[in-house]
């Protein structure tokens, strides 16, 4: 396992992070996934065995379940709190009134301190907002988690979700107080739908803001079980009753005829190869993996170990190309004579 800085924060995070979107299963959460303790305690000592160091996890999950389990199986198991990075999140409605929703400093602060007591924790590590809320505004938001940060509850701040131009406002908003600023970008990322290229990444590497992938098996689509011959696997896979998120499925199955290509030659799964392919990608910092069982993660650990040629990164590239956006070509192009020959 390999470590990479967390931004500029000089902080070392696992180049895997674990997802516990699987941990729980309450609710509508169920299609994703529904392990309680013992599974998660194998999950848990699975990826800290592995050196995962990178824990991310969500008030949301299974409404607050998934923070329950991962702060009992923490304790059960015995890892070490301060050997470990963990993130979770806020903004989604955890309870009926009308104002347990959202990013204002009455739901965030709440839901906070509604979070340390499922993780059994005094703080956390990193916070994400886990989306937007056009009824706050930007600069109360960075406001309210510059003050948590202050308070000793939040060590980090991190977006997810939004527009980069709303990421770059926040930032600047940050700067102009002297307040915290996002460290950190988790956003959906995977070789089946690189959307995040044409803003969102190259954000990222500018501002020197970590960069963590989520579902980069795009919900299990690349992961082997899906072919243009197989279509549905029969409840193999949570997209067959959550089908989610978006892709462009008939250019996918293109994408994993190339996948499976590849993993033939380092005899691996496809999944490794839609992994390994994400993990090297520029700006990556930690790509966020879940799993139901302990060999599947096992199985996403071992992407780590594989190396990517040039040609097969060429291959992929091509095959997943996502289309040229304006102003993007129109940057491109005026490029192109603005440098002599050399």
């Known amino acids: 396992m390999k470590y990479n800085l967390l931004g500029d924060t000089g902080v070392l995070v696992s180049e895997l992070c674990l997802g516990t979107m699987t941990f729980g299963g309450k609710g509508y959460w169920e299609a994703i996934g529904q392990q309680q303790q013992e599974e998660v305690n194998e999950l848990l000592k699975t990826a800290v065995d592995a050196g995962i160091n990178f824990i991310d996890t969500a008030n949301a999950y299974s409404f607050g379940q998934s923070e329950e389990l991962l702060g009992k199986g923490l304790r059960q198991n015995g890892h070490a709190r301060n050997e470990l990075f963990i993130a979770t999140k806020v903004r989604s409605r955890m309870a009926e009134g009308v104002n347990q929703v959202g990013l204002s400093r009455y739901h965030v602060f709440q839901s906070v301190e509604d979070s340390l007591q499922r993780l059994q924790m005094d703080h956390i590590d990193l916070l994400y907002v886990h989306g937007v809320d056009a009824a706050t505004s930007v600069e109360q938001i960075m406001h309210t988690l510059h003050d948590l940060v202050v308070s000793g509850r939040v060590r980090y701040i991190g977006v997810c979700n939004w527009p980069a131009w709303m990421v770059m406002k926040a930032q600047d908003i940050a700067r102009k107080h002297g307040w915290h600023e996002f460290i950190g970008m988790q956003y959906f990322y995977s070789i089946a739908n690189r959307d995040s290229e044409h803003d969102l990444l190259p954000l990222a590497q500018d501002q020197h803001l970590a960069f963590m992938p989520w579902s980069p098996l795009a919900g299990g689509f690349v992961s082997g079980k899906y072919t243009r011959d197989n279509q549905n696997t029969g409840g193999g ?68 170990q594989i190396q990517l040629s040039a040609e097969e990164l060429q291959k992929l590239n091509e095959v997943s190309a996502p289309p040229k956006t304006y102003p993007g070509w129109m940057v491109e192009r005026q490029m192109g004579n603005r440098y002599p020959e050399s």
């Open 237 to 304: 896979s949570r997209r067959d009753s959550f089908d989610f998120p978006i892709i462009d499925k008939e250019k996918a199955y293109d994408i994993i005829d190339v996948l499976q290509a590849v993993a033939e030659v380092h005899d691996v799964s496809a999944a490794e190869i839609a992994l390994a392919w994400v993990r090297q990608q520029q700006g990556v910092t930690s790509t966020i993996i879940g799993a139901k069982r302990a060999d599947q993660l096992t199985s996403n650990i071992h992407s780590t």
